[in-house]
């Protein structure tokens, strides 16, 4: 069953969530005429949500980022992650299309929780995950997540919303100015798995470490099958900063993960939207903060293995300035 938890705070600010897949449904901000308007991609109803094509907003777990061939050897034993292409998202079994249960609630925070069996999706262990969302007066929203299980298991939890600070997708993200503190990001090879070499990104497209706009990537580069946006890993070294000029609204996101895939919507299978469109290339783009893809197969990375009777704590947090006001 479907439901609508909804948060607000003096500033206005509405945040929707639905309980299938711990999903952020909306985010919505109020203009100078005190309009509420959205800044994430929704779809149009909320019975997609049960399939979610595109993981709009959703919880992504057990893991996050891409595994080699989605497979994996904890403790001697292989494992292999059903249905996922290179362990995507965590595989067809993935936390993003389950119903959590609403734990606690109150206009000011929600918790959800999910009981994941052992070897569901073809992960080990009895987990108990939890995801708390909190929006406060300073105008954060914040992502708490917890996980115990009884097994050493792999537990790599992110969100995956789409954000487009124009107010209702009414542009594309291509003129938002974009920072990411991080000196270096992940070389990949043909398939996006990362290789276990990490690139400097200074004088090459990927340095945002100073603020430019979304679609300088371009420079240099045409759009094609061979580049359409971005699909990559920064290390991250401090915050994240989106910027619509337009509308003087700023969105920093804060991370206890030692990284962040971003991605520019550059497949956007062409879903319904709640303003009545549909998705474009480059309508949103995701900031996936999370252990390192890959890193239960490369000895330098995070290997996102969460030991048996631990507790798993991490937290993403988002500050958003409202603009024009």
Not at 154 to 168: K, M, P, Q, V
């Given at each position: 069953?479907?439901k ?17 897949g ?80 609403i ?162 919507l ?23 903060c ?9 000895d ?19 500050t ?6």
């Amino acid at each position: 069953m479907i439901k609508i938890v909804k948060l607000t705070n003096k500033s206005g600010i509405v945040v929707e969530l639905i309980n299938i897949g711990a999903t952020i449904k909306s985010i919505k901000l109020p203009n100078k005429k005190g309009i509420l308007e959205n800044i994430t991609l929704t779809h149009a109803s909320d019975g997609a949500y049960l399939k979610n094509n595109g993981y709009f907003g959703s919880t992504v777990g057990r893991t996050s980022g891409r595994i080699l061939d989605s497979k994996y050897i904890l403790n001697g034993k292989e494992y292999v992650i059903e249905d996922a292409r290179n362990g995507l998202h965590g595989g067809k079994e993935g936390f993003s299309f389950k119903e959590f249960e609403i734990v606690e609630e109150s206009s000011s925070s929600v918790t959800f929780k999910y009981f994941s069996a052992d070897l569901e999706g073809g992960y080990p262990g009895n987990l108990d995950v939890v995801v708390e969302y909190i929006l406060n007066e300073d105008n954060q929203l914040l992502i708490n997540y917890q996980g115990n299980s009884d097994q050493d298991t792999l537990l790599n939890l992110t969100n995956h919303s789409y954000f487009n600070l124009s107010g209702d997708a009414c542009d594309l993200i291509l003129d938002h100015q974009l920072v990411i503190e991080g000196s270096h990001k992940l070389e990949v090879d043909s398939r996006l798995l990362p290789t276990g070499e990490l690139i400097p990104v200074d004088g090459t497209i990927y340095d945002f470490n100073q603020p430019k706009k979304i679609r300088s990537i371009f420079k240099g580069k045409s759009l094609s099958e061979d580049f359409l946006g971005l699909d990559d890993t920064w290390i991250l070294d401090g915050k994240i900063i989106l910027v619509n000029k337009n509308k003087k609204r700023r969105m920093t996101i804060e991370t206890t993960y030692p990284a962040v895939v971003i991605y520019t919507l550059n497949f956007p299978s062409d879903q319904l939207l709640d303003n009545g469109s549909r998705t474009k290339m480059h309508h949103g783009i995701c900031f996936e903060c999370q252990f390192e893809p890959n890193g239960i197969n490369i000895d330098k990375f995070n290997s996102a293995i969460l030991r048996q009777n631990k507790t798993y704590k991490h937290q993403i947090k988002y500050t958003f300035e409202m603009g024009e006001q």
